[in-house]
T-cell receptor, first 114, second 114 residues
């Protein structure tokens, strides 16, 4: 699975958009990009995933560059409760019995400030 | 929404005890996983299961065993607890039928072995 690179920390003002970057320059054509976050003392929470196209759900938007070597997670209106560590994970679509071991790196600590 | 429930948030046990960690999911997911999370090491896969009574070793299975007697329940067993098994333990589940499905995590059990 492709390695990902994320900044260790970012600040964002409450109510503003938070844009979290992720580099995955060695990504292969069949590898998906997943985003999770982990709020202190809780389990990781799935946010969104994508392959080629940009994706949006009720939590966030995922923008993937045309060459797929990087992506950005966008929280459109950050709140204090969005303060968490955000993980970008890239992994291939597995076969029927080749399961998706998710490798969580260090992630980005997002600090949302009042 | 997917619900993955771990039986205890905090647990304190003594060295040499047999410890059971329980995980239940309510979405009829085929695949279930046990991870441990330690500072600086990220999430590491201990065991996973793709069906009732089926299990596969992950990256760090030594000192652990698992049981999956029913589809919704996946138990992690520390055969003889040791202090180096003090950690945050996370259970996850996902649908079968292909590896792109995101994993959904419980809130974790913080286990201390004294």
């Amino acid at each position: 699975d492709a390695k990902t690179t994320q900044p260790p920390s970012m600040d964002c003002a409450e109510g503003r958009a938070a844009n979290l970057p992720c580099n995955h320059s060695t990504i292969s054509g069949n590898e998906y990009v997943y985003w999770y976050r982990q709020i202190h003392s809780q389990g990781p929470q799935y946010i969104i995933h994508g392959l080629k196209n940009n994706e949006t759900n009720e939590m966030a938007s995922l923008i993937i560059t045309e060459d797929r070597k990087s992506s950005t997670l966008i929280l459109p209106h950050a709140t204090l409760r969005d303060t968490a560590v955000y993980y970008c994970i890239v992994r291939a679509q597995a076969g029927a019995y080749n399961f998706n071991k998710f490798y969580f790196g260090s992630g980005t600590k997002l600090n949302v400030k009042p | 929404d997917v619900k993955v429930t771990q039986s205890s948030r905090y647990l304190v046990k003594r060295t040499g005890e047999k410890v059971f960690l329980e995980c239940v999911q309510d979405m009829d997911h085929e695949n279930m996983f046990w991870y441990r999370q330690d500072p600086g090491l990220g999430l590491r896969l201990i065991y996973f299961s793709y069906d009732v009574k089926m299990k596969e070793k992950g990256d760090i299975p030594e000192g652990y065993s698992v049981s999956r007697e029913k589809k919704e329940r996946f138990s992690l067993i520390l055969e003889s607890a040791s202090t180096n098994q003090t950690s945050m333990y996370l259970c996850a589940s996902t649908l079968g039928g292909g590896g792109w499905q995101p994993q959904h995590f419980g809130d974790g059990t913080r286990l201390s072995i004294l």
